[in-house]
């Protein structure tokens, strides 16, 4: 029987998650699109349900991250009913609000407070993971209502588009920048370099909290 999911481990069931997400908007090569589109879905649910489970801790942004989601789960069901391509903005309007919710939600639970733990370590790439799919769901949106802002990358539902958005904004996050993909339009050169200075800020950030909270120990110990 596996641990449940507490305070002591959550962030290790929340970056799991986040990385199932990420592989499987990879296998756009080995399944078909519309059934693509259908597992990227279910994902995106199982993405919630842990996000939700994990972080109910925070009352606060749990009842937050909650109506996000049904509204999520509300607009994709009329989306099957509906199959309007308007409503893919609205979706991923819906998905960004819900990561930087949980962005938000682990932010305040493990920089610069308590002590430092494995599971605060691993909280610290689930908000780098964020801050990933937050940009890439952004890069997207700006395809929804720019289709040439990308060279190397065209407009088609987000489904079917979320793996490359996916690459390029790590890529960019992790200032690697291979070049295969670049924006043309102002708004969205303006928002791929705010990534990458974001990437960077991010790096000092978590370094300064995590060696402030180790020598704040440290000197309880010593104490």
């Known amino acids: 029987m596996g641990k449940r999911i507490s305070e002591k481990n959550n962030f290790y069931y929340l970056t799991a998650a986040l990385v199932v997400l990420l592989v499987s908007s990879s296998l756009e090569q080995v399944l078909k699109i519309g059934f693509l589109d259908l597992v990227l879905q279910g994902v995106t649910v199982l993405n919630f349900v842990v996000c939700l489970v994990s972080l109910r801790f925070d009352k606060h942004w749990y009842r937050?991250?909650?109506l996000i989601a049904i509204c999520w789960g509300l607009v994709s069901i009329t989306k099957v009913i509906f199959p309007l391509r308007q409503?893919?903005?609205?979706?991923?309007?819906?998905?960004?609000?819900?990561?930087?919710g949980t962005f938000k939600s682990i932010a305040r639970q493990i920089l610069f407070t308590g002590s430092i733990d494995t599971n605060k370590v691993v909280g610290s790439l689930a908000l780098f993971l964020l801050l990933g799919l937050m940009w890439a769901i952004a890069y997207l949106l700006i395809l929804e209502f720019s289709a040439d802002s990308f060279t190397g990358m065209v407009q088609l539902p987000w489904g079917e588009n979320f793996s490359n958005a996916a690459y390029f904004s790590f890529v960019t996050l992790?200032?690697?920048?291979?070049?295969d993909i670049s924006p043309t339009s102002p708004v969205a050169q303006v928002i791929v370099y705010l990534e990458a200075i974001?990437?960077?800020?991010y790096m000092a950030i978590v370094v300064a909290s995590l060696v402030g909270a180790s020598q704040t120990n440290q000197e309880k110990n010593d104490g």
Not at 87 to 92: G, P, S, V
Not at 198 to 201: E, I, P, R, Y
């Open 64 to 66: 937050f991250l909650l």
């Open 87 to 100: 409503i893919d903005t609205l979706i991923l309007v819906l998905m960004f609000t819900f990561f930087l």
């Open 174 to 179: 992790t200032t690697l920048g291979y070049g």
């Open 198 to 201: 974001a990437g960077v800020f």
